[in-house]
């Protein structure tokens, strides 16, 4: 099955600054790739999500990246504010025409926003 | 309001006590799932179901049943629950896929599972 590893698991970065936080995954069947916000006690919320026929997707702020060849993607947030504190999660999935394969989540990267 | 609605929020209970999280959508989606989250571990999938009367397992379905009999109802069931399924659970749905692949998942509130 799918692996996906994330990296790295806090991070750190003063107001203002940019983060990026880096995914990888195994299996090259793979092509739909979201991310996701989660705040302390609450859900998981779609943030961006990007398919595997497009390598960059940006929604103000925050944009990924996806290299294929190399089977990872990257989530960037730029200007970061203290609202952005949070766990942010990578996933991937397959869909094979039959229907959709689970998502399979990475463990997740705490990111600390510094005033 | 378009909403994934768990019950409970939170469960004390004991070892062996039967017991079903319900999970409802009014999205009209037909993808549905389970996850556990533990700390470290980030989200895994228990279960997911692609559409009425069909299920399958995800990553981690060893001590749960499911079940898809409507389309906006997907029931977890933990038989005989151990104090390893103490857990932080979330469902989830989505329009499944279509023409351009998966769609996005909406998660519910959570709840939250402890097993004594």
């Known amino acids: 099955g799918e692996n996906v590893e994330q990296h790295p698991s806090t991070l750190s970065v003063q107001e203002g600054d940019s983060a990026v936080i880096k995914c990888t995954y195994s299996d090259s069947a793979s092509n739909y790739f979201p991310w996701y916000k989660q705040e302390l006690g609450k859900r998981p919320q779609l943030i961006i999500d990007?398919?595997?026929?497009?390598g960059e997707k940006k929604d103000q702020r925050i944009a990924v990246t996806l290299n294929k060849t190399a089977k990872h993607f990257s989530l960037h947030i730029t200007e970061t504010q203290p609202e952005d504190s949070a766990v942010y999660f990578c996933a991937a999935s397959t869909w094979s025409g039959g229907g959709a394969d689970g998502l399979t989540f990475g463990k997740g990267t705490h990111l600390i926003i510094q005033p | 309001e378009a909403q994934v609605t768990q019950n409970p929020r939170y469960l004390i209970t004991v070892t062996g006590k039967k017991l079903t999280v319900t999970c409802s959508q009014n999205m009209n989606h037909e993808y549905m799932s389970w996850y556990r989250q533990d700390p470290g571990l980030g989200l895994r999938q228990i279960y997911y179901s692609m559409n009425v009367e069909v299920t399958d397992k995800g990553d981690v379905p060893e001590g749960y049943k499911v079940s898809r009999k409507e389309k906006r109802n997907f029931p977890l069931i933990l038989e005989s629950p151990s104090p390893n399924q103490t857990s932080l659970y979330f469902c989830a749905s989505s329009f499944g896929t279509g023409p351009i692949g998966n769609q996005p998942q909406h998660f519910g509130d959570g709840t939250r599972l402890s097993i004594l």
């Open positions: 990007i398919r595997s026929n497009v």
